[in-house]
């Protein structure tokens, strides 16, 4: 093997070769040494502002990029502060028109109201009503369009005598509501009791041909129904038949006051032996009147 060509590694300083680098081509040992030191401490600054300069532009490019970060989210941010307040100002809106509906909603039930109560004013401005009564219902004069005639041991042929005699002015008057018999069931028949209801009708309507007619039936009180129950009841049955074949209108005020074949004693009063109501009676009665008038 022919011998390598020996390296000249003579007369080299590594020191010098870490320093100032390694010598370009053709570039002699001598004029690597000949080198001035300022050019070559020149470069160095050259190399330090380079890197310098990269280092700069990548913290500025690092400072935009995070500019530009921190400005999206600002952007962010402000599109939630925009879609937040535009929601709350929805649903304050919302809130504002739901009260005004309601408002409105409540405005026209109260037109409607008022508008129904002055037509029950007109009906009942428009409807007098009389009720004429033996002492049974002397202590109804609470009702509403209603004037009360109670007369002590009034029987069907009193209230004849009176509108004759112009005791009463049956021209006041839409209604009649007459409550009789009471007096009349002891002494007289079922035939004479319902003859005498007819003569009265006629009279009614001889004097007032408008005015509408109720007949309220006999009560069976606990003081005589022993011997006039089963003709109270004959009374009742006529009168209804009666009602219904002359157009008139028949109140089943007994009903009230009977259960089981017999009067219901606790409406009647206990000192008289329950000849005549009490207070709960007169409730009772009242209610069957009150009744009859709301629905004329």
């Given at each position: 093997?022919?011998?390598?060509?020996?390296?000249?590694?003579?007369?080299?300083?590594?020191?010098?070769?870490s320093e100032y680098g390694i010598p370009d081509v053709g570039e002699t040992k001598e004029e690597k040494k000949l080198e001035d030191p300022s050019s070559v401490k020149r470069k160095l600054d050259v190399r330090d502002e380079k890197k310098s300069l990269s280092s700069a532009k990548?913290?500025?490019?690092?400072?935009?990029?995070?500019?530009?970060?921190?400005n999206e989210d600002d952007v962010?941010?402000?599109?939630?502060?925009?879609?937040?307040?535009?929601l709350k100002s929805t649903e304050d809106d919302l809130k504002s028109q739901r009260l005004q509906n309601e408002k409105l909603k409540l405005k026209e039930e109260l037109k409607r109201k008022q508008q129904e109560l002055e037509k029950e004013k007109e009906v009942v401005?428009?409807?007098?009503?009389?009720?004429?009564?033996?002492?049974?219902?002397?202590?109804?004069?609470?009702?509403?369009?209603?004037?009360?005639v109670a007369v002590r041991g009034a029987r069907i042929y009193?209230?004849?005598?009176?509108?004759?005699?112009?005791?009463?002015?049956?021209?006041?008057y839409s209604h009649i509501i007459i409550h009789l018999g009471t007096n009349d069931i002891v002494n007289n028949s079922v035939d004479k009791i319902?003859?005498?209801?007819?003569?009265?009708?006629?009279?009614?309507k001889s004097y007032s041909s408008s005015i509408k007619i109720f007949i309220s039936s006999i009560l069976p009180r606990p003081v005589d129904f022993s011997y006039t129950g089963n003709k109270c009841k004959s009374v009742n049955l006529e009168l209804s038949r009666m009602c219904s074949k002359s157009n008139l209108s028949y109140?089943?005020?007994?009903?009230?006051?009977?259960?089981?074949?017999?009067?219901?004693?606790?409406?009647?009063?206990?000192?008289d032996g329950g000849l005549?109501?009490?207070?709960?009676?007169?409730?009772?009665?009242?209610?069957?009147?009150?009744?009859?008038?709301?629905?004329?």
């Open positions: 093997m022919a011998d390598r060509p020996r390296r000249d590694v003579h007369g080299l300083n590594y020191k010098s070769l990548k913290k500025l490019a690092a400072a935009l990029s995070l500019d530009k970060s921190c962010e941010n402000e599109e939630l502060r925009c879609l937040r307040a535009e401005t428009s409807k007098k009503v009389l009720v004429f009564t033996d002492s049974i219902g002397k202590y109804l004069d609470d009702i509403i369009c209603m004037d009360l009193s209230l004849r005598n009176m509108i004759k005699g112009r005791d009463i002015c049956l021209a006041n319902i003859a005498d209801f007819r003569e009265l009708i006629v009279t009614i109140i089943r005020s007994f009903k009230r006051f009977f259960h089981k074949g017999i009067p219901v004693r606790s409406l009647f009063a206990f000192k005549h109501l009490n207070e709960a009676g007169q409730y009772e009665l009242r209610q069957c009147f009150q009744h009859a008038i709301n629905h004329m």
